[in-house]
């Protein structure tokens, strides 16, 4: 099994593509090993190696965030630990229902989050995705649209240029009504 790196905009978060489907649908993203604790026994692992504070599963790949030290020192063991798992044949989550969030807008809205949620699909999630993260909707109101940024892309030092520069921009020439994109 070879298993290919890759580097985010985010250099404390690494992007590791197995070649192989990791979730069959959404994402899931861990920030604690008691998060990932009877979850997912891939990122429960992952936690066990010194110095991951994160860990984010995407549909192709598995994003992992350190806290301290270099990746020439922390990628082997991680490396090990997803061949380990894949070859091991036990699945990567063990509940495989995803928990559905709540969004916050008002019902009069509806049409205008349909468009902003359709927009972050089709445009904004391909290219967070390649990134190593995931970025999703929580809200509409009054004219501020909430999203919630993760993997690698939470605690990113330029996630705030995407969020101003690129994703409001995007939102803002399609739908009137959004006046600002904010993090939650």
């Not at 501020?144 to 690698?152: I, T």
Request: proline residues 6%.
């Amino acid at each position: 099994m070879f298993i290919q790196t890759e580097m985010t905009p985010n250099p404390a978060t690494l992007k590791f593509l197995p070649g192989r489907t990791v979730l069959e649908e959404g994402t899931r993203e861990f920030l604690t090993s008691d998060d990932a604790e009877g979850i997912s026994p891939l990122a429960a692992r992952l936690f066990e190696v010194d110095g991951v504070t994160a860990v984010f599963l995407g549909s192709d790949f598995v994003s992992v965030t350190k806290d301290r030290g270099d990746w020439e020192s922390l990628k082997p063991p991680v490396l090990g630990v997803i061949m380990e798992h894949f070859l091991s044949g036990q699945p990567v989550l063990s509940d495989e229902r995803l928990v559905a969030e709540d969004e916050d807008f008002d019902d009069a809205d509806k049409e205008v989050v349909t468009t902003i949620k359709e927009l972050i699909e089709t445009r904004v999630r391909p290219a967070v995705a390649n990134d190593g993260g995931d970025i999703t909707f929580k809200g509409f109101r009054d004219g501020v649209v909430y999203l919630k940024m993760q993997g690698a892309c939470s605690g990113c030092p330029s996630a705030t240029a995407t969020l101003r520069h690129g994703i409001e921009n995007l939102l803002k020439h399609f739908v009137p009504e959004v006046q600002e994109v904010q993090p939650v």
